[in-house]
């Protein structure tokens, strides 16, 4: 397999990864350098201009579009279509709250969805009277698969699944415990098919800077991500990609004084106040400078091979690790097959072993996560990960479980 080399220069300009072995890009990814002090410069900048005059608005407008722009031509889609928030769950939930849904409308959610998700369709489907269906994708895990065949099988689930009444479909392009990827686009093909609209929401939080979504997200009607985890830019910024039906459809019930065409007075009437594109589903006032960092982080990926290379060398190292994994007894990794991306999870078979495991590797500043749902125990290796820290972390797993 074909791998690029790894990027040292990054690498080095990463201060959390010079004194760990650190395998939890999944949670939170460590921030360069360099985007620290993009942050740090743009709001030295809002100050010299004043936090709130005349002279800082033209450039606040800047950062955003500029940020906007970028994503948009990495991901082929319009600068329009994208809302900024905070996290995927902010932005997932607020555009989630803007479909109109009526009594006895069906949710599709995948049982192997973040529980911030889970909560919300809950809630949405208690005060709307709405009938929740469960696609259960966990055990599919168990089956020896390639990608074609899962594709084929996830598909089939999703045809039986369906019915006249499903309004919205929930599901993550990888799934954030067992880490298979999802076929987003032929999802989205046969739901647009339907004669009564479903819409396809997408949990982005484990694909946004890992895998390729160019031919994903154009299938999609809610494409959620986050700038803190594998794309290695600041926590409290992310957003959604709208497509322009759901904009043409949808209202939102989360609203502030950026979601509006003009700050209408109490007495003014307006059929429709709010933006036509997706600055409708925007708030308020947000963290200018975390802009400039996510673009940063972004342009530092970019400049490190191509997205195939990128994910090459992932895949490449994963599949190390899982072998490795695979060689000892006391342990159980989740997938049958190699891994297709950099999420590895694995269990010794109860959590009270897992726990001590985790526990043990922390105590050697190796990092990992442990789960919560399934316990299981999960590593995720980026494109900042090296065969040297595969191998650390393989022995001294290896060395816990023969004493």
């Not at 004043?50 to 948009?72: C, H, M, Q, Y």
């Not at 168990?142 to 019915?163: A, C, G, H, W």
């Not at 098919?193 to 390729?212: E, R």
């Amino acid at each position: 397999m074909n791998k690029i080399s790894i990027p040292q220069k990054l690498r080095r300009s990463i201060p959390a990864l010079r004194n760990k072995v650190y395998f939890n890009y999944g949670g939170q990814g460590p921030l360069p350098q360099e985007s620290l002090v993009s942050i740090f410069k743009t709001w030295e900048k809002i100050q010299e201009l004043g936090p709130f005059t005349k002279d800082v608005w033209p450039f606040i407008s800047n950062e955003i579009s500029r940020t906007k722009s970028l994503l948009a031509s990495l991901y082929k889609v319009k600068p329009h279509q994208i809302c900024l928030s905070e996290n995927v769950t902010t932005g997932f939930v607020i555009a989630l709250w803007g479909i109109d849904f009526k009594s006895q409308d069906r949710i599709i959610i995948s049982d192997c969805e973040h529980p911030g998700i889970v909560a919300a369709c809950k809630e949405i489907a208690k005060q709307k009277n709405l009938k929740i269906d469960i696609l259960r994708i966990k055990d599919i895990r168990n089956d020896f698969l390639d990608q074609d065949r899962l594709s084929f099988k996830i598909l089939n689930l999703v045809k039986e699944i369906i019915t006249k009444e499903t309004k919205a479909f929930i599901i993550s392009h990888v799934l954030w415990n067992t880490g298979i990827e999802i076929p987003i686009r032929k999802i989205g093909e046969f739901l647009l098919k339907k004669q009564t609209p479903i819409y396809l929401l997408v949990d982005g939080a484990q694909s946004f800077g890992h895998i390729n979504l160019q031919e994903n997200i154009n299938f999609t009607d809610i494409y959620a991500f986050t700038s803190h985890k594998w794309a290695l830019g600041p926590e409290g910024l992310g957003g959604v990609i709208l497509s322009e039906r759901f904009l043409l459809k949808s209202t939102p019930s989360f609203v502030g004084w950026k979601s509006l065409k003009k700050e209408a007075g109490i007495y003014e009437e307006e059929i429709n106040p709010y933006h036509n594109d997706a600055r409708k589903f925007e708030i308020a006032t947000s963290c200018t400078p975390l802009l400039s960092g996510l673009r940063s982080s972004l342009d530092i990926i970019q400049s490190e091979g191509s997205i195939e290379e990128r994910n090459n060398y992932i895949k490449y190292l994963s599949r190390i690790f899982w072998e490795n994994l695979n060689l000892n007894e006391y342990v159980f990794p989740i997938l049958k097959e190699q891994p297709n991306n950099g999420i590895i999870s694995f269990t010794l078979g109860n959590k009270e072993s897992n726990l001590e495991l985790f526990n043990a590797l922390n105590k050697k500043n190796i990092f990992i996560r442990m789960l919560e749902d399934s316990n299981w125990l999960r590593a995720c290796i980026h494109i900042t990960s090296t065969e040297e820290e595969i191998k650390i972390i393989s022995s001294e797993i290896k060395k816990m479980l023969s004493n």
